[in-house]
């Protein structure tokens, strides 16, 4: 069993930046790959960034790239998401998830393990 806690949301003017945190649980951390998702208001959950067990190995959505980082520390079982030039429609709830099993994907039926999410919102 993995438990995911993601910290760090709040609100931002547009063109600032946020550094949202994944805290998890469980001793086998290091071996999963982890991701971030988001849902803005009235819209479906989607992906945003993923990255593999070791860190070397990330993806990111089209609408994102260039602009948001994912990384993780695995001695401190936490996977981080940094945020810069934040746009009104970043504004979503932010959700870390876990994958136990299967190759690497952005489909979000992949993980097994969520968080509650954090709300990050960007004024105009």
């Known amino acids: 069993q993995v438990q995911v806690a993601e910290s760090g949301g709040g609100l931002v003017q547009a063109g600032g930046s946020l550094r949202l945190s994944c805290a998890a649980s469980?001793?086998?951390?290091?071996?999963?790959?982890m991701a971030w998702f988001r849902r803005a208001p009235g819209k479906e959950r989607e992906f945003v960034a993923r990255?593999?067990?070791?860190?070397?190995?990330?993806y990111y959505a089209d609408g994102v790239k260039g602009r948001f980082t994912i990384s993780r520390d695995n001695a401190k079982n936490t996977v981080y998401l940094s945020m810069n030039s934040l746009k009104p429609e970043d504004t979503a709830v932010y959700y870390c998830?876990?994958?136990?099993?299967?190759?690497?994907?952005?489909?979000?039926?992949?993980?097994?393990?969520w968080g509650q999410g954090t709300q990050v919102t960007v004024s105009s």
């Open positions: 990255i593999n067990w070791s860190g070397d190995n990330t």
């Open positions: 469980g001793r086998t951390f290091s071996n999963y790959p």
């Open positions: 998830a876990c994958q136990r099993f299967g190759p690497l994907t952005t489909n979000q039926n992949g993980y097994d393990y």
